[in-house]
């Protein structure tokens, strides 16, 4: 099955201890990016990347590392996660051509206390 | 800077009847495309339909369907026959191929259908 993996579902950690969320995707995409989603503010990009090992900012990327060491992928990394961080986090993947829509993993709500 | 404004924070609709979510984007880009995403309480990002902004003919998918007016800018989703499945977030997005493929999202309409 055609998917996006993302993991964990539901994390919660303290201030200042590093974390990963890992992301992968069967379907051979070269795009791949990380959203977060806050209330009354929709989706913001973190990072994104066009193909391996090459990745870029996206509106939010304070306080975030991501890296792209192979094609299916892309986790996250909190080096040093404060409450602002907060959120419920979204990989998505495309095959990174006109039209094609963003196939989304199943989100990973982070709460830093 | 591309924007995307969802003026409606919530809004209801009776089971069976029509529902119109808005949607209206900011960009100087002549070619991009537009897209409304479903967030069901699962939060599973489900796309709805999808619009090339260089096509004039309106997208359709069984009970959804869109009014593009590029000139106005805006994007707005019908909902006809409402269901009980379709409560849910929904979200407009606009793309665009020269800013590294950056979906846009605005910030989300909640839609409750009623029984």
């Known amino acids: 099955e055609a998917q996006v993996t993302q993991n964990p579902r539901y994390l919660i950690t303290v201030t200042g201890k590093k974390l990963t969320v890992t992301c992968s995707q069967n379907m051979n995409h070269e795009y791949m990016s990380w959203y977060r989603q806050d209330p009354g503010l929709g989706l913001r990009q973190i990072y994104y990347s066009m193909n391996v090992e090459v990745t870029d900012k996206g509106d939010v990327p304070e306080g975030y590392k991501v890296s792209r060491k192979e094609k299916r992928n892309f986790p996250l990394i909190l080096e040093s996660p404060s409450p602002n961080q907060t959120s419920l986090y979204f990989c998505?993947?495309?095959?990174?051509?006109?039209?094609?829509?963003?196939?989304f993993g199943n989100g990973t709500r982070l709460t830093v206390t | 800077a591309q924007t995307v404004t969802q003026s409606q924070p919530e809004m209801s609709v009776q089971e069976a009847e029509t529902v119109t979510l808005s949607c209206t984007y900011d960009?100087?880009?002549?070619?991009?495309?537009l897209f409304w995403y479903k967030q069901p309480p699962s939060r599973q990002m489900i796309l709805v339909i999808r619009?090339?902004?260089?096509?004039?003919q309106n997208a359709t998918e069984n009970r959804f369907s869109v009014n593009f007016q590029k000139a106005a800018k805006s994007f707005s989703l019908k909902i006809s026959d409402s269901q009980l499945g379709d409560t849910a977030m929904y979200f407009c997005a606009f793309m665009n191929l020269n800013y590294g493929q950056n979906f846009v999202f605005g910030p989300g309409t909640r839609l409750s259908v009623l029984p």
């Open positions: 619009q090339e902004a260089y096509k004039q």
């Open positions: 960009t100087s880009e002549n070619n991009y495309y």
């Open positions: 998505a993947s495309s095959p990174g051509t006109a039209n094609s829509p963003l196939h």
